[in-house]
């Protein structure tokens, strides 16, 4: 990105800023899908075909904490997840108009 104004750099970081306020709830983590067996001789994943169990998966500290969300609450949780990813590139192109204004001399 090479914007040459200061007025140009201002109002794309004005419209980033904007984007920023509608990221909504998000959640730094990821979404995991882990197979089970529920024991029972006769299903399927006795047969080595596993169940599908959702999970939220967050690193803390060097530890790994996991949230079972199961189907109910899969959605909302990559929406947050999806949120947050978002959240992330708008970040980054703010970093990248803030260098260029740095480096053109022309930060507030």
């Not at 995991?32 to 006769?42: E, F, H, M, Q, Y």
């Not at 909302?76 to 053109?104: C, F, G, H, P, S």
Request: glycine fraction near 8%.
């Amino acid at each position: 990105m090479h914007i040459k104004s200061k007025a140009a750099m201002v109002r794309k970081l004005g419209s980033l800023q904007k984007q920023l306020c509608q990221v909504g709830l998000f959640m730094r983590g990821s979404i995991v899908v882990l197979g089970t067996k529920c024991g029972n001789p006769k299903c399927k994943c006795a047969r080595g075909e596993k169940h599908q169990q959702y999970y939220f998966s967050l690193t803390i500290d060097r530890k790994t904490n996991l949230i079972f969300l199961g189907k109910k609450r899969l959605d909302i949780a990559q929406k947050y997840v999806d949120n947050y990813k978002r959240l992330t590139e708008i970040i980054d192109q703010i970093t990248i108009v803030n260098m260029e204004m740095l480096r053109a001399g022309q930060a507030s």
